[in-house]
Every structure is written in C-alpha cells, then in structure tokens.
C-alpha cells in the first residue's frame, strides 16, 4: 500500500502473544496485497487490470465485497467517487512520482473518454467486467480502508477485544483504551506545513478515515492544484474544503466515502451526509485564508456527542 502500520492490543490476561500477533497481522495483509494492491503485479486487481478483453471475470469474495462498496458510494455520491480515475491521475502527475504540470484540454478530454466507474465497469453476479478493453481499477481510496477492516477481523479471531488498527491514517477501533475510555483520535489541522491538532474525537466499534487537499499538490503560473481530482470536470476541485473526516460501521466505507465528500466539497457533500445518514466533519479554508472553519452532519453529531 506504500505506507505504514501501527497496531494496539490490550491483553490484560496475558493469553496472546506478541509474535501470535504479529502472524495474524502479517498473513491478513498478506491477502489483502494479493487481492487488492495495485502496486503488485501479481494480485488480482492487477490480473484483472492487465487483461484487455471484455470477457466477465470471476471476483473473490473479498474484492467483490470490495467493488461492491464501491459502486455503492460511487452512485450515492453523484459519481464523485470512481475507481477508475488512475488515467486523470496519472495525467496529473499525481501518480508515479514525475513532474507535475497542467495538461491541456485535449488530454483531459482523452483521459475522460476512459474513465467511470459507472460506465466502464459492470458487476454481472458474482463477475467484474470490462466494457472498455483499457479500463483500469484503482482500489486507493477504499483498499486501504478494507486492509484495515482484514486485520482488524484477524486481531478478534484471537480473542482479542480491546485493539485499534491504523493503516495510513485509516483506522478501525474496537472496545477501549488502555484507559478504558473509547479510542481518542486526533484530527489533523489540515495545514500544508502541518497545524497540529484540530478536534479529538472518541470511537469504538466503528472506522474513521481522514482526506485531505493539504499534502498532495502543486503549483503552476500562482494557482495551487491538489491531488483531489472531481471526476465530473477531469480537474482538480476548487472549493475551500480542506479535509473531510468520515466515521462508518467499517474502515473500508469511511475511506471511499471521506474520499467521495472531499471531492463533494462541504455544500453537496452535507446534503448527500443527510441523505445517506453518513457521519463526516468537514474542515474549510475560512474566508480570510488565515484558518479553518468546520461542519458536521447530523450522524457525526450523534455519534461523538
């Protein structure tokens, strides 16, 4: 996933052991890699990426769960989230490392020729299939969401109760604390140089996952583009929605949907969060340029009050 872990456990009894740990977490990402990285050229999403046909192909389970997800938020999100935007990112310069530089409008129109989750890809029973030879599955944006969601099911076949998994940024928290209180999560001020803490909030039971505009960008002739890019437009977004922080039944939903609102932006997005009942903050550029401003939908409200 080209990035890091870090993983807590309570055992007050004293029943597991560190190396009993560690195999369970080993192994279960070891699966998750096999099915669902796009950096590995062997897993199965890759598999399917690399054949050129239209023909259906039969998905495990565990990656049609995971398309399944996707195409769920992906139509109640108005489109905004799309596992087949790679040739736009890519076009970016937002994805192997390279120069980065504003494309021109032809290429933008080429990119978006091959690109829609919704229009590219069909699920046919228990099979993905492709109706573009060229289209290509990026899980990013949800993968890592269920990565987290994996290991944290493997840490509770051992018996364990008290644990919270956190996989870039992504996390999954169950039971409590070392100090027996829900899990306490800081929410970064989404700051370019890093503006520490924003807002704690406390969980269990639940995943929380945090997109932002604010690490991944460049800038051309004064205007600032970040990785955030709207599937609708080809483009990078322009609204003053910095952050978005989603807290969900799993770790793979609060990923794909904190990516669908960050794309949404706070005005849309809130009104698809009461639509859908989704808990999300939302964390704005204020007017001035010189801090933030937050909103949150009702279901955020209801589940850390």
Do not use: C
Not at 66 to 88: C, I, K, N, W
């Amino acid at each position: 996933m080209g990035t890091s872990y870090s993983i807590t456990v309570i055992d007050e009894t004293r029943k597991l052991t560190e190396a009993e740990i560690r195999t369970a977490i080993d192994g279960a990402l070891a699966e998750v890699d096999g099915q669902m990285s796009n950096w590995n050229p062997a897993s199965e999403i890759s598999r399917f990426n690399a054949q050129t046909g239209t023909r259906p192909v039969t998905l495990s389970r565990e990656l049609a769960m995971v398309m399944d997800a996707a195409e769920q938020v992906h139509l109640a999100s108005d489109g905004r989230f799309d596992t087949t935007l790679g040739p736009l990112i890519e076009l970016w310069g937002f994805g192997a490392p390279g120069a980065h530089e504003m494309p021109g409008e032809a290429q933008i129109t080429d990119a978006m020729a091959r690109i829609g989750h919704g229009r590219i890809l069909a699920r046919e029973g228990a099979a993905l299939r492709k109706r573009q030879g060229d289209a290509q599955v990026y899980l990013s944006a949800i993968g890592k969401g269920y990565g987290v969601d994996r290991v944290a099911r493997a840490i509770a076949e051992l018996g364990a109760t008290d644990f919270m998994v956190e996989i870039g940024g992504d996390m999954y928290a169950a039971g409590r604390n070392p100090n027996g209180l829900p899990w306490q999560i800081g929410i970064e001020t989404p700051a370019a140089l890093g503006g520490g803490v924003y807002d704690v909030v406390g969980i269990s039971g639940v995943g929380l996952a945090t997109s932002g505009d604010y690490r991944n960008y460049f800038e051309q002739d004064g205007q600032r583009f970040s990785h955030v890019i709207d599937p609708t437009t080809g483009r990078p977004v322009t609204h003053r929605t910095a952050s978005t922080t989603v807290i969900a039944e799993n770790s793979m939903l609060a990923d794909a949907w904190a990516t669908a609102m960050l794309v949404l932006g706070r005005e849309r997005g809130l009104e698809i969060a009461r639509a859908h009942d989704v808990a999300v903050m939302f964390i704005d550029h204020a007017d001035s340029e010189a801090g933030f401003a937050s909103a949150t939908s009702p279901r955020y409200d209801a589940l850390v009050a």
